[in-house]
Structures are given as C-alpha cells and as structure tokens.
C-alpha cells in the first residue's frame, strides 16, 4: 500500500508517494515513509506538473536550498563539478524572474526536457514547500542536506535583501498592511461588570445626619428598638455580608473552573507521548496551508485518541493570526461540550515563518 505525503503552499504543492521498510499492509497515520517511489512538484499556472523519482526529489531540494541561500544572502557560491550533473537547474533571469530547468537522461547527455520560469513569490512557496518536508521526521528519515558555512573570501557584498524581496511584497501588500494594522492595535480589557452601589449607604448618611439635625440641648432621641435593621451599624453589617456572599460565590466559581479543567489525567508514559506528538506533527503539518509573518506559539491539549480537545495562544501574535492555523479547524468540536473522561496530554507547537513546525511536550 502507498504512503503519500504533501506539503502544500497557495502558488506550490509537493506531493510524495512511497513506501515503507517494513512493508506491513496495515499503515497507520504514524508510518514513516522511507523508500520514495515518485514525486510530483505542482507549481499555480505551470501544467504539467514536474514529476520524478528519488533523483530528481534529491536534486529539486538541494537546488532549491543553495539558490535560495545565494539569493536572499546576496552571495554567489562556486560551482562544482557534482552540482554540473544535477537533473535540476535553478538560475536568475532577472530580479523577479527564476528559471529551472529539468534535465532527461544522464550527463554528458543531459538535454533541458522541462523549463518552468517562477516568479518571487512562486519561488518562496517552492523553498517553504522543501522546508516542510525537512520538518517532517516521518517522510526520508535518512535523507539530509549538506550545508558548509562560506568562507570571508567567498563573501562579498551584495545587493540588499529589501531590494530582492519587493516584487513579492508587492504582491502580498495588503495582507501585510491588514495584519500590521492588527498587530498594532491594543488588545482590549475585559472587566468584570462593577456591582451597584448598595442604596444603603444613603439611608447610612441620612440617619447619621438626623440626629444632629433634629435633637436639642438636652434632649435624648427615642432608642432605635433592637428588632429594627435599618440602623446604621445593622446597614453597614449587611452590606458587608453581601459582599462576604459575592466574594465567596466567585472564588468557588474560579476554583471550579480550574477543577473542571484538570479532571482528566495525565499521560505519563513516554512511549504514548511520543507517538502522540509524531501524529499531532503530521496532522497539523498536513494542514497547514497559510504563511504567517511571526512566529506563533501555542499550548496544545491532545486526547489519547490523538484528537485535539484544546489549544491555547501564548505570545500575542497567536491569538492575532489564529485564523492562519488550521488548530480551529482541528478542533474536536463534539468534546467541548462533553465530560472528556480520556487521558491527557499538553503539547508545546511552534508555528515559525519561514514554515517550519516544531512540537514538543509541555
């Protein structure tokens, strides 16, 4: 049975198909993808797509990775001789323009069987769409990309990144105007509503005046009769009881909540933890579709089904960019409004920009 994984951006979408070493014919959620058999890049506007095996996927990532580095640094790096023989080919037309090429057949033969000219932005959504794939521990576990630092004597300036990357954000200008504009607003406070002012501390003014007011040089007022509460002591004891009863109908309240909030238990062991968080990886990796300009972070509560029962922001901009994250759409929205009585545990994901994903026990 295949195995297929995808990583999918609004210009771009990888697609790879393969199998397992164990070679067991029931897969689960949880298999690790290690024998590639085909792959197919989709790139908005380009039919039809560009498809090969594990040669051209090798040689796609490791382009894709070197040319983005030289373009966003600025800095080209030498060629050699093993780069020649690649079945990929990435060069600069001009500053909004990128040309790749895809070669049939081996060197010294190699003839241009597809060429596909990429804009900036197609070509963010193509090095994104190769980042994930690396944040995937579950496709290629074996494969790596070999990076070496450069060297004072290759460097040399260059032209600054803010010129390369204006094309695409034009393109993307109002997105990014919309979401500053956010960013930037305050969050607002939520206040409890204020009780009223209880009326009787007029009545408390009106008998404390009264007496002054009404009584003469030697003359006692009548005693207040003991069973009469409208005195002003009998008054100020009875507001402070209602307050008393405020108070402590809200504390219960709180401690219930917080009560309410761990009934269920905790998993322990690590085993469970770990196979939990290689599903709750796949699963929001799988759909996560929506670049993000800062990195978001999250408190995540997974059952022991792997269903999402809970998340939570932690830094502001996650709770101002939660509509770019597929947790909402995720969310086991039957357990909200039930007594969940399964274990659970709290994850910690990281939603980054340049689209990689991280998750981690809490």
């Known amino acids: 049975m295949t195995i297929q994984r995808q990583y999918s951006l609004p210009n771009c979408k990888l697609v790879l198909q393969g199998l397992s070493e164990t070679g067991s014919p029931n897969l689960s959620q949880g298999q690790v993808l290690s024998i590639l058999t085909n792959a197919e890049c989709h790139i908005q506007g380009q039919e039809p797509s560009l498809t090969g095996g594990r040669d051209f996927f090798e040689s796609l990532v490791r382009q894709v990775s070197s040319y983005a580095q030289e373009f966003l640094s600025g800095i080209s790096l030498p060629r050699h001789q093993s780069e020649s023989q690649e079945l990929v080919h990435l060069q600069k037309i001009d500053t909004n323009l990128h040309r790749l090429t895809v ?23 193509l090095v994104e769409a190769v980042d994930q794939f690396f944040a995937d521990s579950l496709t290629l576990p074996g494969f790596s990309l070999a990076v070496r630092p450069i060297s004072r004597k290759e460097a040399k300036l260059g032209e600054p990144v803010a010129q390369k990357v204006i094309p695409a954000a034009v393109g993307m200008s109002g997105l990014a105007l919309a979401s500053l504009a956010l960013f930037l607003l305050p969050i607002p406070e939520v206040q409890r509503p204020k009780d009223p002012q209880p009326q009787s501390n007029e009545s408390i003014d009106n008998l404390e005046a009264s007496p002054n007011s009404t009584s003469e040089p030697g003359f006692n007022p009548t005693p207040t009769p003991e069973g009469l509460d409208s005195s002003p002591d009998a008054t100020i004891n009875s507001s402070d009881e209602m307050d008393a009863v405020d108070t402590s109908e809200e504390t219960v309240t709180e401690e219930n909540s917080e009560t309410s909030l761990t009934t269920s238990s905790k998993i322990t062991d690590q085993a469970e933890i770990q196979r939990l968080e290689n599903l709750l990886l796949e699963k929001i990796n799988n759909a996560w579709t929506i670049g993000i300009n800062e990195a978001l972070i999250y408190r995540v509560t997974v059952a022991s089904d792997g269903s999402i029962i809970g998340y939570k922001p932690i830094n502001p901009a996650a709770a101002d960019e939660v509509d770019k994250i597929p947790l909402p759409d995720l969310l086991n929205k039957q357990a909200l409004g039930e007594e969940n009585n399964q274990s659970i545990v709290e994850f910690k994901v990281l939603f980054q920009e340049n689209g990689l994903l991280e998750v981690e026990p809490w």
């Not at 596909?116 to 963010?124: G, I, K, R, S």
Request: glycine content about 8%.
């Open 103 to 125: 070669f049939d057949g081996n060197v010294p033969e190699q003839k241009p069987g597809r060429i596909v000219d990429l804009n900036t932005v197609q070509l963010f959504d």
